[in-house]
């Protein structure tokens, strides 16, 4: 059993723990959809296995928007990092307070002009000194630091149709899902039985089946889903 025989995450289909999630037939480690490069929201302070964010480049930042601009859901799927001998992947989630990253890239470019990064006029490389090279970066920063008050950057798969996985990050009770019924992606990215039959599905608000209830490797209660629209 984990070290903790509470639970700890905010996923109520868990008994002990944080939420989990055993690969079955995921699409991003051959397709080559996995990211890893915007830090979660400053205002989110954990992110379980299973629980979904938006990836919204636009923004700079993995949050739990409902715009359309802020792109598609990605399932938040870390690396499982333990430390002790007692400790199972039940003790693992990102934690804010365990992070403190800081930098976003050594080299920060903070403009996207394309007339003031490429300016190679004569003013900008009189006389052959560096004062173009000044002229060229005068607005980059080096480093670039990420957005205020973000710590963690989260590993996100993109979850085609199709693709089939095993979690239990899961805002219902043990005991309220059987097979067939469909989920969505309910507030702050938790998975939660859909009981609207009329949605449609897509990249905004994909739906999932459970497959079949099951056990997670650790024996926790478990469902078995699969993207469907």
Known sequence: MAKSATRLGKATFVQYGYGQVEPNHLSA??????YAQLPAKSDIDLLENGQFVKYDYAAGV??????????????????VKIYEDRE?????????????????SPVGQTTSAVSTISDYSADAVREGSNVGYKKNFETFSYPAMMPEGTK?????????IGDIWTTNTIMNNSGELAAGDILKIGT????TKDTDSSAK?????????VV??????????????????
């Open 29 to 34: 480690p051959r397709n080559g959809q996995i």
């Open 62 to 79: 993995c949050d739990f928007s409902t715009e359309a601009k802020s792109g598609a859901w990605m399932m938040v799927f870390n690396e």
């Open 88 to 104: 199972t992947d039940a003790d693992f989630a990102m934690i804010k307070n365990n992070y403190n990253g800081r930098v976003y």
């Open 152 to 160: 963690m950057v989260p590993r996100v798969f993109y979850i085609s």
């Open 188 to 191: 702050n990215g938790y998975l």
């Open 201 to 209: 599905g897509g990249d905004l608000d994909p739906k999932f089946v």
């Open 212 to 229: 079949k209830v099951y056990t997670m490797p650790d024996l926790q209660p478990g469902v078995k889903v699969q993207r469907v629209a």
